[in-house]
């Protein structure tokens, strides 16, 4: 039969073991459990009004401008959708839309063929934030793709002054304008190990840091390569 001081050193061993692990930062609008909730951007709405009269299709790349658009026009969800990511099309599917395309391929010029191998025959428009990292319309544009785009929302960083990352943490990075503005708060150390949600976002750290990205286009696929990585050490 166990003792009590034999339960309470692996009680102990366990709280230890627990207490050295690395944590893991998630600079991401969206909260998590096990993480370190690390917000980086903030989003503001830059229109008022939103006619998608003369179009049929809309491709959205973020989650944001799909919950911008249902504020601005209920119309959007009867339209053909073109959701990029994972949590573009689930919020979308959520808000209503029936008829949405989720692509495989996420990135610039793959991304940009696969519309127009789909969608060569639809007037589209593009909901877009601000700053993109991949000029889509232009290209489309050339290819014969009838499509305009629309800046409906904007983003800008948030500021933190007086929080310390430990060391030894895993940060992981959502988009490239996380880690811009994470940049403009925090020094990186080199016990950090990052974890980016995809290629575009690799391509904004700098190639000296260590970055690992996740296996799907998901928070949840991050969290999880993160939890990965603490495993294996």
Avoid at 18 to 29: D, F, G
Avoid at 64 to 88: C, M, P
Avoid at 157 to 164: F, L, R
Avoid at 198 to 208: I, M, P, R, V
Wanted: with cysteine; glycine share 2%.
């Amino acid at each position: 039969m166990m003792t009590l001081m034999k339960i309470y050193t692996i009680l102990m061993d366990k709280l230890v073991k627990e207490k050295s692990k690395p944590k893991i930062y998630l600079c991401s609008p969206k909260k998590f459990d096990g993480c370190e909730h690390l917000p980086m951007i903030k989003f503001k709405r830059v229109i008022d009004k939103l006619d998608l009269s003369d179009f049929n299709a809309i491709i959205f790349t973020s989650k944001q401008a799909v919950i911008f658009t249902d504020e601005l026009n209920k119309e959007w969800k009867n339209k053909k959708i073109l959701a990029v990511g994972k949590a573009t099309a689930k919020i979308a599917k959520e808000l209503g839309a029936k008829d949405i395309y989720n692509p495989a391929k996420f990135y610039g010029k793959e991304l940009a063929n696969d519309i127009v191998k789909h969608f060569s025959n639809l007037k589209m428009i593009y909901l877009r934030p601000k700053k993109v990292a991949f000029d889509s319309v232009t290209f489309l544009q050339n290819a014969g793709i009838d499509v305009i785009q629309k800046v409906i929302y904007e983003t800008s960083c948030i500021k933190y002054n007086n929080i310390n990352i430990d060391k030894n943490s895993i940060i992981i990075f959502t988009s490239p304008s996380t880690i811009e503005c994470f940049f403009n708060s925090f020094k990186w150390d080199k016990s950090y190990k990052a974890i980016v949600i995809g290629k575009t976002t690799l391509k904004a750290l700098n190639s000296d840091i260590e970055a690992f990205v996740a296996d799907e286009q998901t928070i949840e696929s991050c969290v999880k390569k993160a939890h990965e990585i603490i495993n294996f050490l």
